[in-house]
């Protein structure tokens, strides 16, 4: 499956953006998604994930009661809406799949993703 990452851009604090994740190659409901995040100076980090039945969603502290992740079969698609972004949310934002049926907090374990998209940036000013 090859990922393709878009939704990016430069968003002031407090705004919102809604990441997408399109697919080629092969459908995503053979695939747990997940998205991830490397700012500058720092180490790749998860954000969230949705599970390949699409039944289990996992978010990363930081971004749990402002994110949400889902799957659109129709479009062979993963968005990322985020809300009342923050500074801290400026990065390099990532998608990932998995061909597992990843649970808990397995479906935040970058190791277990085989495939990645490139990534878009994600500015947040003040």
């Known amino acids: 499956v090859q990922l393709q990452a878009s939704g990016g851009g430069l968003v002031q604090v407090g705004g919102s953006l809604r990441l997408s994740c399109a697919a080629s190659g092969r459908t995503l409901s053979s695939y747990g998604v997940g998205w991830f995040r490397q700012a500058p100076g720092k180490e790749r980090e998860f954000v969230a994930a949705v599970a390949l039945s699409s039944t289990s969603t996992l978010y990363a502290d930081s971004v749990k009661a402002r994110s949400t992740i889902s799957k659109d079969y129709a479009k062979n698609a993963v968005y990322l809406q985020m809300n009342s972004l923050k500074l801290e949310d400026t990065a390099v934002y990532y998608c990932?799949?998995?061909?597992?049926?990843?649970?808990?907090?397995?479906?935040?374990?970058?190791?277990?993703?085989?495939?990645w998209g490139q990534g878009t940036q994600v500015t947040v000013s003040s």
């Open positions: 990932a799949a998995v061909q597992l049926d990843l649970r808990g907090q397995h479906m935040g374990d970058m190791s277990l993703y085989h495939y």
